[in-house]
């Protein structure tokens, strides 16, 4: 195996050695903690512009499917582990994590000291980094310091689909596959920033028709089509640079139909109604983040992935919390008590992560019928 480097904007430098891709890669260093899904991870959208390192101790002991995948690529810009499995011991798998990301590829490297890595994020934050071969230590550090920060990209514009679809396959059952036939109750407009396979799915099993629009759709396209109700979908990146975006969900919210986000489409929400969001220090991603949800007193354990939160001191009155994180208090659910509009920052479908949250999904549809 080829040697290659992992360096920090900080200075830091770790030596591992190249098991996928090519040349050299570079975006914004975070960790993830699931046990369990990376396929989903590096499936996601959301990742676009990041490289993930993976807590875990082993990585790619069951292989990689076609059924787990959460859109068309992977869409992390590099991947981080300790120590990668030669075997695929699963009977789905088709192929090794190896050959999954040479297909894709993405830049992969094993043997890095992990923990350590983690530890710097977990005091000093996020930061850039680097994955080459061939360099010095000095001059990997410098070229991670010249990577651009992800708040000046527009990620969102490369995951987005290029024309409307519908989607119509619902979850995945054991021996069946993928529900198909599902019979449809009312039509829903899916606003594509990056939306992963899981969440349509999850929509489509309570009967919604789904038509999913580019992230740069007018809202007045939108309510052309007369859906019964507007989903806002998760994606990459620092939501405070799509204004446009953000304009066209005050009309939105304006035309009184129902309206449900996730992460992103949470973030965007919050601008649109006066508020601003920050950057987390150094995130939340992983399948274990407790969440409480404050109208029952439960406690979720959650899927979550973003870097951004709502800044509470800026949303207006007429916006209510609905959970918190137990971790660090930021707002992880927030509806509007004028609109039939909510939203929630973590991930209610998970793929990866624990299914406590998938009830949100059928708050979307009583919301639905009880504005018909």
Known sequence: MKRAILALEDGH?????????????????IFNTSMTGYQEILTDPS?????VVMTPSEIGNYGTNEE???????????????????????YRATKRLQEYLNDNNVFGIYGVDTRAVVKILRERGVMKGYIGTDISP???????????????????????????????????????GFRKNIEKKYKVAVIDYGVKREILRLLADRGLELICYPYNVSAEEVLASNPDGIFLSNGPGDPAILTYQIAQIKKLIASEKPIFGICLGHQL??????????????GHHGGNHPVKNLKTGKVE?????????????????????????????????????NY???????????APGPHDSHYIFDEFLKLIEETK
């Open 301 to 337: 354990i959650t899927a979550q992935n973003h870097n951004y939160a709502t800044d509470e001191s800026s949303i207006p009155q007429d916006i209510e919390i609905t959970h918190i994180n137990l971790n660090d208090n930021t707002i992880e659910g927030m509806r509007h008590k």
């Open 340 to 350: 039939p509009v909510f939203s929630i920052q973590h991930h209610p479908e998970a």
């Open 138 to 176: 000095a001059k990997a550090v410098k070229k991670a310091r010249s990577i651009p920060d992800i708040s000046e990209l527009n990620l969102v514009k490369e995951v987005s689909t290029p024309s409307i679809y519908k989607w119509e396959e619902g979850s995945w059952e054991w021996g069946k």
């Open 68 to 90: 787990d995948i959460q859109s068309g690529r992977v869409w992390v810009n590099g991947f981080v582990i300790k120590d990668l499995s030669p075997i695929a011991s699963n």
């Open 13 to 29: 430098f770790f030596f591992g050695y190249l098991f996928s891709g090519n040349g050299e890669t570079g975006g914004e260093v």
């Open 47 to 51: 990742y676009k512009g990041q490289i």
């Open 269 to 282: 929400l919050t601008w649109a109604y006066g508020g601003k969001t920050y950057k987390l220090e150094f």
